[in-house]
């Protein structure tokens, strides 16, 4: 009897303590991976480095200088010798060391070892970066980040530069726009495109740049950010307006590039080679960033003249997409389908945008018009995705990379509170004024009423 009791004195306070482990890692990762994770997995990759290394195939022969001084100096077995282990450095989300590669290794041994070396630490996932010739870093994420995304204190900014995302790797995704200029965003109803984005207008909203819509769904997406706006078309026939004003400002602005660097007015815009950054500060335009929202309205029709409109918009697109980077015009388009049946131009605009950012979709051809070109494994992993998981995406370009991304939450008034707030930073151009859309008044609140005092009375 005794012994029953102390074993319930004893076990009380462990099942408390394994309840609370349990807990904490269902519901906050973080922590468990701070307190618990981090700890058992470094204890693991410590006891077990040159095992593992060795089950993976990635150890090599000893030197007969090293077997020469093993044999010289003890007498234990000349083993094979792993890839040289530096300093692990621990983080937030898991654990970071750099390896230099044995001679005769490459990279892609090690990243195909990255399972093995998941299991084998219990870890999350393992990623590998080549850092330089000879040494890779290995990325141990202890967690699934991206079920509750949380991006990092510290994020690379700059011009035209926004972390819209968080990449499975824990690092941010960020938008550049100096890097990739042209993107397409493919997702389909509730799956986080508009989330997506809100995170690059509010993003941009707060930097000098000239934010431009095409919004076909009467402007319900865009509409809120109608302050930081520079025009706004919500229909297909005010974008057929619209689209050349955005040609005749490239236009001029290609004339810019040439009186400044005194090229002969004569010369095809296709054959200038510099763009507005090489401009002075004090010369150089602002940059147009052209967001297209349900790109496949503008390419449907129902009559012939509906048809003639919708080839002149198409080529317009195509335009801007060939010719608009050197001019400080780029192109965000969105939508929830696109394919080669939406008519003549479709696949021609999809070869100009080189980022790629496709959310869940509804048919597999969407998946690969977005990322087919890019890797076969991209557009599984994109029919993959599942509807309990908004914001979720697969993200690469036309060099071939992809990743999962996910999109942290952010609620259309904050993304609205934030353009208002920026609405000063809207930049004066002439021609997109009578594009510009009606910002509504917003109620003032008015003050809590002063409780005046009463006479105290019997």
Known sequence: MTDLATLLEVGGPVAALGGGAAYARAQHPGVYWSAVGLPLSTARLLSSYSSVMEACGLTVAPSRLRVLAV?????????????????????????????RLAPGQEPADVAASAE????????????VTTVKPGVVELRLVGFDVLRKVRMPRKSPTGPLRIPVALREDATPFVRDYRTVPHQLTLGATLSGKSMYLRHLVAGLARQPVAL????????VELAPFAARLSALATDPEQAAELLPVLIKEM???????????????????????????GLPEDERPVPVVLFVDEVAELFLVATRKDEERRDEMVTQLIRLAQLGRAAGIYLEVCGQRFGAELGKGATMLRAQ???RVCHRVNDEASAKMALGDIASEAVSAACAIAPERPGLAVAGDTSGGWSRIRTPYLSLGDAADICHESADLVPDLPALKPFRPAVPVRPVESPAPVLQPRPVTD
């Open 71 to 99: 044999k010289a100096t003890t007498r234990r077995e000349v083993r094979p010798v792993p890839p040289r282990r530096g300093i692990i450095r621990p983080t937030s989300t898991g654990l970071r060391l750099r390896l």
């Open 116 to 127: 093995r070396l998941r299991h084998a630490w219990g870890v999350h996932a393992v990623y």
């Open 212 to 219: 431009v819509g095409i919004d076909c769904k009467r402007g």
């Open 251 to 277: 236009e001029d602005r290609y004339d810019l590039i040439k009186a400044r660097q005194g090229i002969a007015s004569g010369t095809p815009d296709e054959e200038i080679t510099s763009d507005i950054w």
């Open 353 to 355: 945008l080189t980022g």
